[in-house]
């Protein structure tokens, strides 16, 4: 038996398997389609969730800048002028000279006995540009507040004090009070 095929005039193919195949990946790609124009349409607009988030953040923001505000206008009264320009001429100087405030607070925690506290700071500058701190402290005992000059003495960051004035204890307040004057040497 013999066969006879001519691929001029009948050629030979697979068109049903193309068209299948075609179909199947025209309706994929449409499938696709619709799914990103649904997409871009719900991103347009913002979720409410997002927009509640907003509302209540430019609420917060309102009321912080009338506090800003508040705070502003207490700081220029005549009163507290005096004070904020001292503070900023101090402040001045402290950044002039480099010192660090939280390194002061760290060094000084770190020779002060367990029942001595800082009840008052004020750094000043020499002309020669060396700090001193002039200290008001609280020892509940005689014997603490002279373990505090011990170590300051020994301490390679501060000077000799200086005890400028004692005050023995009150009844309102019942510790005795130092005032000294130490020279401070902030390791950077």
Do not use: C, H
């Not at 000043?124 to 002279?146: H, K």
């Amino acid at each position: 038996m013999q066969l006879e095929l001519n691929l001029a005039t009948q050629p030979f193919g697979r068109r049903r398997l193309f068209w299948v195949t075609a179909g199947a990946a025209a309706i994929m790609l449409l499938g696709i389609a619709a799914e990103l124009v649904t997409v871009y349409v719900q991103s347009r607009e913002p979720a409410p969730r997002f927009v509640r988030e907003e509302a209540a953040l430019r609420s917060q923001l309102r009321v912080l800048q009338a506090e800003e505000a508040d705070l502003k206008r207490k700081f220029t009264e005549p009163v507290n002028e005096e004070v904020l320009e001292r503070s900023l001429f101090l402040n001045e100087l402290l950044y002039r000279k480099g010192i660090s405030w939280t390194r002061t607070f760290s060094d000084l925690e770190l020779v002060f006995p367990p029942r001595v506290r800082v009840e008052q700071i004020r750094p000043q500058v020499t002309p020669d540009n060396d700090v001193l701190l002039e200290m008001t402290v609280g020892a509940e005992t005689r014997p603490d507040f002279i373990d505090l000059l011990k170590v300051l003495e020994e301490s390679e960051i501060f000077g000799t004090p200086n005890v400028r004035a004692s005050s023995p204890p009150t009844e309102q307040d019942p510790v005795f009070k130092y005032s000294l004057l130490v020279r401070y040497e902030q390791q950077l």
